[in-house]
């Protein structure tokens, strides 16, 4: 139940394309949402992040989309650029407790093609 | 120096030795965390101190031994390590362990001969 699924382990995208990329977690308890990008030899870097009060977040060309009820959510790259291939991870956590533990997915291997 | 730092940013170490990680944070946070990644694995929560106690130790061998003198820096001392244990190890801190946002460090690639 705490487990965050990913998909795709990998992606290819055309530069100018929608780079689409899926989580979906079971734990309803689940409060907050973000997605990190991490490109090589770097840290995981805090991208965009979502709670369940809202359905959308746009940050220029990423946007955020939430399915409470299919407890969903997924990270739209719109007009895709070279400079975006990293690997993307999703993550989930819970805002009670003492200690907020975020639950990674897999992560996402994402490559745009010039 | 700025946000998260780590060193040494590669470490090759026999299953005998004894070395330490260290990472420090210029963030004015009061809560740091180290993360295990491996390939094709979501990351692992190892350790959590928060203003220098130690909140969280997600059931980790005592191979692995943390120790956070100040709420600036944070050490991993390994010692009679695996193969298996080969991996990115990861430091991150926050404003403090109840609030979300993590910033993450380079991380130190370990490779256990």
């Known amino acids: 139940q705490q487990q965050v699924k990913q998909s795709p382990q990998s992606l290819i995208v055309q530069k100018g394309g929608i780079s689409i990329i899926n989580c979906a977690y079971e734990?309803?308890?689940?409060?907050?949402f973000p997605w990190y990008q991490q490109f090589p030899g770097k840290g995981p870097a805090l991208l965009i992040a979502i709670r369940p009060d809202v359905s959308e977040k746009k940050e220029g060309r990423f946007t955020i989309s939430f399915n409470k009820s299919a407890k969903q959510f997924s990270l739209h790259i719109m007009d895709s650029q070279p400079g975006d291939s990293a690997t993307y991870f999703c993550?989930?956590?819970?805002?009670?407790?003492?200690?907020?533990?975020?639950?990674f997915g897999t992560g996402t291997l994402l490559a745009v093609q010039p | 120096e700025t946000g998260v730092t780590q060193t040494p940013r590669h470490l090759v170490m026999g299953m005998t030795n004894k070395k330490s990680l260290k990472c420090e944070q210029h963030?004015?946070?009061?809560?740091m965390y180290w993360y295990k990644q491996s390939a094709k694995k979501p990351l692992e929560l190892m350790f959590v101190?928060?203003?220098?106690?130690?909140?969280e130790n997600n059931s980790v061998p005592s191979r692995f031994s943390p120790e956070c003198p100040n709420s600036s820096h944070l050490f991993l001392h390994l010692h009679t390590l695996q193969p298996e244990d080969s991996a990115l190890y990861l430091c991150?801190?926050?404003?403090?362990?109840?609030?979300?946002?993590?910033?993450f460090g380079p991380g130190t690639r370990l490779t256990v001969l």
């Open positions: 734990n309803t308890a689940f409060d907050y």
């Open positions: 101190y928060n203003f220098k106690e130690q909140t």
């Open positions: 991150a801190s926050s404003q403090d362990s109840g609030r979300n946002e993590q910033f």
């Open positions: 963030l004015g946070h009061n809560a």
């Open positions: 993550a989930a956590s819970t805002g009670s407790g003492a200690t907020n533990k975020l639950i």
